[in-house]
């Protein structure tokens, strides 16, 4: 199944979570907090401003992303899980 997301919309897959601190602790399953990083799967054509001009999407395809904990709608194909969410909702690009 392929998803395309419209207009302002951006798919994402989380990626995993951190299993240690910074300062080498290693966190029970229980302490871990959702993931706020993902990489992007396919992104909408963007948003239709009021002139009718369509704004240029500013992630693309395989960028690596940082969003808020509880950005978007949760999603489930098959065994993976997506997020779909609106582009403003992406805080940054995390660039390697």
Do not use: C
Not at 7 to 24: C, F, H, P, Q, S
Not at 77 to 83: H, Q
């Amino acid at each position: 199944m392929k998803i395309q997301p419209l207009a302002d919309n951006v798919l994402i897959e989380r990626l995993e979570a951190e299993t240690k601190t910074t300062g080498g602790i290693v966190l029970p399953d229980t302490a871990k907090e959702k993931p706020q990083r993902g990489k992007v799967v396919s992104v909408g054509k963007g948003k239709v401003a009021d002139d009718g001009t369509v704004r240029k999407m500013q992630v693309k395809k395989g960028d690596v992303v940082l969003f808020r904990s509880y950005a978007g709608t949760d999603l489930k194909i098959g065994d993976k899980e997506y997020l779909i969410m609106a582009e403003s909702e992406i805080l940054a690009i995390i660039e390697k």
